[in-house]
């Protein structure tokens, strides 16, 4: 953190992390901090034939950056490795299937593993961050994962919360929003949460926190009650 930011970085943010130029010079350095923490200590990884450089790893850190802003330093300590594909890729999948265990292949944006690798397909990353007001942004999903399993090896929509009556507030209205978002989905009614959201708790935290960074004004309007426990956990309006 002491080592001066990279010009060259600056470039980057200017391209790919517009969020950026619209805080306070306080918050950019905070932001530029943490992206020279998570750029230097973790283990970046290109797949597939992807070329690890500095603008796909400041691109992916302005975003880790951006989601911790209002949290402690150490919140994405657990999270060691980043792993990137070009474009979208196939992982092995296991279902339950009722009581069998059916295990097959299916094509990926991003996972989150428990203490890491969170994996990313560029092409995504890429298109989110050359289009701001993308709804959707895989960095935010699959680390919001990584939020959610500080706590245990399992996401399950509840992350690390202060207190006790916080965690009661929250479940409260993470289940009650939940059930609203997969009414919607089963009538095909269209809201602003991707069904996606609808699959688990896990996925809904998920899918909230992208609408949160991505569509924060919209997420407010019509989903008020999710949008002021978001921020209650998140601490920062985006």
């Known amino acids: 953190m002491a080592l001066p930011f990279p010009t060259s970085w600056n470039a980057i943010l200017k391209q790919c992390a517009s969020f950026f130029w619209h805080l306070d010079e306080a918050d950019q350095a905070r932001i530029r901090a943490r992206i020279q923490v998570f750029v230097r200590e973790k283990n970046w990884e290109g797949c597939g034939g992807q070329i690890m450089e500095d603008t796909q790893r400041v691109t992916i850190a302005a975003q880790m950056a951006r989601m911790t802003l209002g949290l402690p330093d150490e919140w994405f300590d657990a999270v060691r490795s980043i792993l ?7 992982a092995k999948s296991r279902d339950m299937l009722g009581s069998t ?4 292949n299916s094509a990926r944006l991003g996972e989150a593993w428990y203490r890491g690798p969170v994996i990313l397909a560029w092409a995504d990353v890429l298109a989110t961050a ?9 960095i935010i999903h699959e680390f919001a994962h990584q939020l959610d399993m500080r706590n245990g090896s399992h996401a399950d929509g509840v992350p690390a919360i202060e207190s006790a009556a916080v965690a009661e507030q929250w479940l409260a209205v993470l289940n009650r929003e939940f059930q609203r978002l997969t009414t919607l989905c ?5 809201s602003l949460l991707d069904c ?18 991505q569509q924060p004004g919209a997420l407010q309007h019509q989903w008020p009650e999710l949008f002021t426990q978001l921020h209650g956990f998140y601490q920062r309006v985006p």
């Not at 990137?84 to 196939?90: F, G, I, M, N, S």
């Not at 089963?186 to 269209?190: D, L």
């Open 196 to 213: 996606y959201g609808a699959t688990n708790r896990a996925e809904f935290f998920a899918v909230a926190s992208e609408a949160y960074f």
């Open 186 to 190: 089963q009538s095909g009614t269209p």
């Open 130 to 138: 050359q289009h701001p007001q993308f709804p959707r942004n895989v």
């Open 101 to 104: 265990l059916v295990e097959g």
């Open 84 to 90: 990137l594909y070009p474009d979208t890729y196939v």
